[in-house]
């Protein structure tokens, strides 16, 4: 949804993960870049234009960085239920 998105434009996903898990993106030119510091581990994923990220965020711990540009279109979707009937 970003089409003019660049580096220093900031508001990246950090998703942390446990130790020993990867997390592999099907963009081959540039995925998710990997950090490690005050005992946390996880990966920052860029606000590219046709990314979608797909993930459980009552499960997995999560931020956005600081946005350094004057708009950042995101979207979120919330489902809840048991499943199937």
């Known amino acids: 949804m970003n089409k003019e998105w660049h580096d220093q ?50 499960i997995v711990e999560h931020a956005v960085m600081p946005c350094f540009r004057q708009e950042r279109m995101a979207l979120t979707y919330w489902s809840h239920g048991s499943g199937p009937v």
Do not use: M, Q
Not at 11 to 30: M, N, Q, W
Not at 45 to 54: M, N, S, T
């Open 9 to 58: 434009c900031g508001g990246r996903l950090r998703v942390f993960t446990k130790p020993g898990i990867e997390i592999f993106s099907a963009d081959t030119e540039k995925g998710a870049e990997p950090f490690s510091f005050w005992d946390k581990n996880g990966y920052d994923i860029d606000p590219l234009y046709g990314r979608l990220v797909i993930f459980r965020s009552g």
